[in-house]
């Protein structure tokens, strides 16, 4: 299984961005999958997870109201709406995906990151 994450930038306090996550080697659709950031200095967290048919999400309670993860099972991607960003928002965002269909998941790949920044 491979994840390749795109969709990080540059941008504003209170703007928006979009992260995608493309699984490739397997169909992930039955299994959860999510996504973690890890922030200089930090250690890395949990920030949103989804199950496989999406009928069950977590978010981290700095993320809740703000960011929406989603997926589109039918092109094997995980999507992450990030809304309202604050510069407490920056980091290396990684998606992450189990093998086994449980809830919650148990992450066994990961992608490359995505770095996101967020300027005040």
């Known amino acids: 299984v491979q994840l390749q994450a795109s969709g990080g930038g540059l941008v504003q306090a209170g703007g928006s961005l979009r992260l995608a996550c493309l699984a490739s080697g397997r169909t992930l659709s039955n299994v959860g999958m999510g996504w973690f950031r890890q922030a200089p200095g930090k250690e890395r967290e949990s920030v949103a997870a989804i199950s496989g048919a999406g009928g069950s999400t977590y978010y981290a309670d700095s993320t809740k109201g703000r960011f929406t993860i989603s997926r589109d099972n039918t092109k094997n991607t995980l999507y992450l709406q990030m809304n309202s960003l604050k510069p407490e928002d920056t980091a290396v965002y990684y998606c992450?995906?189990?093998?086994?269909?449980?809830?919650?998941?148990?992450?066994?790949?990961w992608g490359q990151g995505t770095q996101v920044t967020v300027s005040s």
């Open positions: 992450a995906t189990d093998i086994r269909s449980r809830w919650p998941p148990a992450y066994v790949y």
